[in-house]
């Protein structure tokens, strides 16, 4: 089974930047298409950015032109860069990955990782 790890959430001012990181680990496996997903307190959750396997990326109306995703086949890695936060971006973001091993795919979740914007 592959397991996603995400690092990097923590707590910023306004305007101040994050990088979350995110990397899969397991033998035997393929990722296709990660994604960066996020949970307000009584929200929701909503896809905030999504990479396919060659890169092609796409992301929530909210966070264009802030967040930047990106991936790292080798490592088996995707980061979440992001900039001018506000606080409605505090939520606990999760890493998700659609995984292919063997026969099958399904998609696996991380954790998750709090971002705490203050005002």
């Known amino acids: 089974q592959v397991q996603l790890v995400e690092s990097g959430g923590g707590l910023v001012q306004a305007g101040g930047s994050l990088r979350l990181s995110c990397a899969a680990s397991?033998?035997?496996?393929?990722?296709?298409?990660m994604a960066w997903y996020r949970q307000a307190p009584g929200k929701q959750r909503e896809l905030v950015a999504v990479?396919?396997?060659?890169?092609?990326?796409n992301y929530a109306d909210s966070v264009k032109g802030r967040f930047t995703i990106s991936r790292d086949n080798a490592k088996n890695a995707v980061y979440l860069q992001m900039s001018s936060l506000k606080p409605e971006d505090t939520a606990v973001y999760y890493c998700?990955?659609?995984?292919?091993?063997?026969?099958?795919?399904?998609?696996?979740w991380g954790q998750g990782t709090q971002v705490t914007v203050s005002s």
């Open positions: 998700a990955a659609t995984v292919s091993a063997g026969n099958s795919a399904y998609r696996t």
């Open positions: 397991g033998s035997r496996f393929s990722i296709n298409a």
């Open positions: 990479i396919a396997s060659e890169g092609s990326t």
